[in-house]
T-cell receptor, first 110, second 116 residues
Framework: RKEVEQDPGPFNVPEGATVAFNCTYS??????FFWYRQDCRKEPKLLMS???SGNEDGRFTAQLNRASQYISLLIRDSKLSDSATYLC???????????FGAGTRLFVKA | EAQVTQNPRYLITVTGKKLTVTCSQN?????MSWYRQDPGLGLRQIYY???????DKGDVPEGYKVSRKEKRNFPLILESPSPNQTSLYFC???????????????FGSGTQLSVL
């Protein structure tokens, strides 16, 4: 079983739609959680950190459920420019390893 | 401009011919790391370094070497490349890791390596 698992998609949604991505992690010692965005063949870029209390940044909302070892990303009012691959990322407690999920591909269509 | 610089962007080589991919950061970051990305597998960590002269293996270190003689540079060395090392490689740096929220990774633009 992979340490970080994501639905690979692709998710095909129309502009303006709300879309949700899920991610599960297997190591309960995981400490920090992030969502990165990656455009085709380009470097990943941090979208947002994920906090236990949940956090929001504009149209993006991230939530963490430590008991279920589950992370989510909600995108509201999808834009064409949101088309990308979204990577769930986990850092282990006290460690120096970053574990990436394989990513969820999103296509937003006009 | 704060950045991680990776070179070359594209590299085609033949089996067994030693090569080095360079990575340099100008942000005085302590932590640097190398990843390879393959379809369906996501990014997998090859090696990482917590500081000068301190390196450790990631999840897929076989066939690779690294060095960290200076804080800003973290080259990836393939002594005898093989076709299964054909991949997209990313270098990344961070101020530190394992220290809470200050763990954002800054990535280089990537190196597409093809080993024939």
């Amino acid at each position: 079983r992979k340490e970080v698992e994501q639905d690979p998609g692709p998710f095909n949604v129309p502009e303006g739609a709300t879309v949700a991505f899920n991610c599960t992690y297997s190591n309960s010692a995981s400490q920090s959680f992030f969502w990165y965005r990656q455009d085709c063949r380009k470097e990943p870029k941090l979208l947002m950190s994920v906090y236990s209390s949940g956090n929001e940044d504009g149209r993006f909302t991230a939530q963490l459920n430590r008991a279920s070892q589950y992370i989510s990303l909600l995108i509201r009012d999808s834009k064409l420019s949101d088309s990308a691959t979204y990577l769930c990322v986990v850092n282990k407690r006290g460690g120096f390893k970053t574990i990436f999920g394989a990513g969820t591909r999103l296509f937003v269509k006009a | 401009e704060a950045q991680v610089t990776q070179n070359p962007r594209y590299l085609i080589t033949v089996t067994g011919k030693k090569l080095t991919v360079t990575c340099s950061q100008n942000m005085n970051h302590e932590y640097m790391s190398w990843y390879r990305q393959d379809p369906g597998l996501g990014l997998r960590q090859i090696y990482y370094s917590m500081n000068v002269e301190v390196t450790d293996k990631g999840d897929v270190p076989e066939g690779y070497k690294v060095s960290r003689k200076e804080k800003r540079n973290f080259p990836l060395i393939l002594e005898s490349p093989s076709p299964n090392q054909t991949s997209l490689y990313f270098c990344a740096s961070s101020p530190t890791l394992g220290a809470g929220n200050n763990e954002k990774l800054f990535f280089g633009s990537g190196t597409q390596l093809s080993v024939l």
